[in-house]
T-cell receptor, first 108, second 114 residues
Framework: EDQVTQSPEALRLQEGESSSLNCSYT??????LFWYRQDPGKGPEFLFT???AGEEKEKERLKATLTKKESFLHITAPKPEDSATYLC?????????FGAGTRLTVKP | DGGITQSPKYLFRKEGQNVTLSCEQN?????MYWYRQDPGQGLRLIYY???????QKGDIAEGYSVSREKKESFPLTVTSAQKNPTAFYLC?????????????FGDGTRLSIL
């Protein structure tokens, strides 16, 4: 059965303290992976699509990378406004399965 | 602005009552989806629709029903058969299901039991 695990469940950083979020998965026939950001009481907001191992995408302080079995979301010098839950969703054929997310808090 | 509109934002259900959650999109997307989100869990797929007048069960369809009479609209009914309906419900759409394009989400409806 396909499984998606995000770690850590929660992460507290000081402003400017860089770190990485992990998304590991056992998905047969992986065709890509999405990263989303979700603010409290809101729907997920699309961030990145990664389609092949070795691919990297960047947006402001965020950089997403992909291997065959996991993806990382690197956050460089985060700001308080980066506080949110980050969700990953590997794509298997036509199915997309979400992880439970990492809740990031960035303190000023 | 193009997007997905869900209403209401908050909804309360009485015992034995059916309630309907609205989802409208103006993105001209063919595919639409309903997810349920519970604390500490990933989004779980309830139903999806690839075209008008067609829809398929997702992983947790029991106690729910949908219709797709118009391309823009995909309402979800939470029936009295759903014994644990308290959750955050999210509607999404994508250009089509086969292209692996990202799904775009509405801002959700939070359903609670009275």
């Amino acid at each position: 059965e396909d499984q998606v695990t995000q770690s850590p469940e929660a992460l507290r950083l000081q402003e400017g303290e860089s770190s990485s979020l992990n998304c590991s998965y056992t998905v047969s026939g992986l065709r890509g992976l999405f990263w989303y950001r979700q603010d409290p009481g809101k729907g997920p907001e699309f961030l990145f699509t990664l389609y092949s191992a070795g691919e990297e995408k960047e947006k402001e302080r965020l950089k997403a990378t992909l291997t065959k079995k996991e993806s990382f979301l690197h956050i460089t010098a985060p700001k308080p406004e980066d506080s949110a839950t980050y969700l990953c969703a590997p794509i298997n054929n036509n199915d997309m399965r979400f992880g439970a997310g990492t809740r990031l808090t960035v303190k000023p | 602005d193009g997007g997905i509109t869900q209403s209401p934002k908050y909804l309360f259900r009485k015992e034995g009552q059916n309630v309907t959650l609205s989802c409208e999109q103006n993105l001209n997307h063919d595919a639409m989806y309903w997810y349920r989100q519970d604390p500490g869990q990933g989004l779980r797929l309830i139903y999806y629709s690839q075209i008008v007048n067609d829809f398929q069960k997702g992983d947790i369809a029991e106690g729910y029903s949908v219709s797709r009479e118009k391309k823009e609209s995909f309402p979800l009914t939470v029936t009295s058969a759903q014994k644990n309906p308290t959750a955050f419900y999210l509607c999404a759409s994508s250009s089509n299901r086969e292209s692996n394009q990202p799904q775009h989400f509405g801002d959700g409806t939070r359903l609670s039991i009275l």
